[in-house]
Nanobody, 128 residues
Framework: QVQLVESGGGLVEPGGSLRLSCLAA????????IGWFRQAPGKEREGIIC????????DYDEFVKGRFTISVDMYKNTVYLQMNSLKPEDPAVYYC?????????????????????WGRGTQVTVSP
């Protein structure tokens, strides 16, 4: 059985921080490219930040550069997204996802085409 369960979302003020968690049950994480995506109402799902499998390269959207950090706990099979300096443009449902294979290219890592496993996501709201 494989399953992705995101948690940690909530309401935070602009400039605040939030840490999201993703329990990846049944996944052998060292062999996966791992990404965090988000989808706002009326918008397409977009890649925010990802970590490649073979070399651990970190790819990210320029909008979150210096603000978001991805980390992985291999023993707990859990992926984290540390979100700092949150902006009013960040509210969305956030998803953790992954696909097996050698280190992905930047376009593959941040694009939706290579991923086919999705959880329910966790809602992040930024409001004064």
């Amino acid at each position: 059985q494989v399953q992705l369960v995101e948690s940690g979302g909530g309401l935070v003020e602009p400039g605040g921080s939030l840490r999201l968690s993703c329990l990846a049950a049944g996944f052998n994480l060292p062999f996966y490219n791992i990404g965090w995506f988000r989808q706002a109402p009326g918008k397409e799902r977009e890649g925010i930040i990802c970590r490649t499998s073979s070399d651990g390269r970190i790819d990210y959207d320029e909008f979150v550069k210096g603000r978001f950090t991805i980390s992985v706990d291999m023993y707990k099979n859990t992926v984290y997204l540390q979100m700092n300096s949150l902006k009013p443009e960040d509210p969305a449902v956030y998803y953790c996802t992954m696909f097996a294979g050698w280190s992905a290219t930047t376009s593959q890592c941040l694009g939706v085409d290579e991923y086919d496993m999705w959880g329910r996501g966790t809602q992040v709201t930024v409001s004064p």
